[in-house]
């Protein structure tokens, strides 16, 4: 295998786009996290907390019902549409057309859940990461790919790519693997670990940002938020998964001094959003 690309600040710079002095919420995308299921609303929070945090100017955020108050409390500045079924999806009805969706945080694997995971995809036209629950459920049913947009982003820890891919027995074989399967699906993988790196067909990418404070729970769900933020905001997915993975990292060396690696949490990506753009215009 060639070497991969390195992610760095030089490359980064060449993508970030700062924000207009001039704009508005309007304009600065809407993006759609659908997430969540009894026990697991917390993945919904922190994916659309992430979201807003990284610059999206509205985010609606799809959960069961009995997240809906959750959700409202602890991001009331987040708009809350909940499915008609108390503990998980069932039916995916948006109000609106967004610019981007994340899906899959924490939504389990029901029969119905994956009956809406479905209809979802074939009827869906906007830019979309695929995370977590959504990711398991297609790997049993691999075919629902031809379904989705070119260059969906999707975002498996290895256990998920494994399911995705099968097993391999060396890490040149995993990547030859994740290559075929990126350019068979017309997908960008992001393969989530200790470095990250991002699949684009046949070109390969590694991350020089983060460390281990970030193998936390609930480290994932706030990727998902950062990228559908990108894309929502009219990153083109090739760019937004490289900026994506490059801020989550980013954030956890920012806080690694203060923190530590022991008790830096999930939502401490999110607390450092701020530091790891400003940084960006040093």
Not at 101 to 121: C, D, R, S, Y
Not at 230 to 254: M, N, R
Request: with cysteine; glycine share 8%; charged share 20%.
């Amino acid at each position: 295998m060639k070497s991969p690309y390195l992610i760095t600040k030089e490359e980064i710079l060449k993508i970030y786009k700062p924000v207009n002095p001039h704009t508005h919420k309007g304009i600065q995308g809407h993006a759609v996290i659908i997430a969540g299921s009894y026990g697991k609303i917390g993945a919904g929070v922190l994916a659309s907390k992430a979201c807003l945090k990284s610059g999206c100017g509205l985010v609606t955020t799809f959960i069961p019902k009995c997240g809906y108050q959750i959700l409202q409390t602890s991001i009331p500045e987040v708009m809350a549409v909940t499915d008609e079924n108390t503990n998980f999806i069932t039916n995916i009805h948006l109000p609106l057309i967004p610019q981007a969706v994340g899906i899959g945080p924490g939504i389990g694997k029901e029969l119905g859940t994956q009956k809406a995971l479905f209809e979802f995809l074939r009827v869906n036209k906007s830019p979309l990461v695929l995370d977590a629950d959504a990711l398991n459920i297609i790997s049993e049913n691999l075919s629902w790919l031809e379904l989705v947009p070119e260059d969906t982003i999707l975002t498996p820890h290895p256990k998920e790519l494994e399911r995705l891919i099968g097993k391999w027995n060396s890490e040149s074989e995993k990547f030859q693997k994740t290559i075929a399967f990126s350019e068979k699906y017309k997908v960008i993988v992001v393969m989530k670990g200790a470095p990250t790196f991002t699949i684009n067909r046949n070109s390969v990418y590694e991350n020089t940002t983060g460390n281990a404070a970030l193998a936390t729970a609930g480290s994932g769900d706030t990727l998902t938020g950062i990228l559908t933020s990108l894309l929502a905001q009219g990153y083109e997915p090739k760019y937004a998964s490289k900026f994506g993975v490059y801020l989550h990292g980013l954030t956890a060396d920012i806080a690694l001094p203060k923190t530590g690696y022991e008790s830096f949490i999930a939502s401490d990506i999110i607390k450092n959003l701020g530091r790891a753009f400003l940084s960006l215009e040093k």
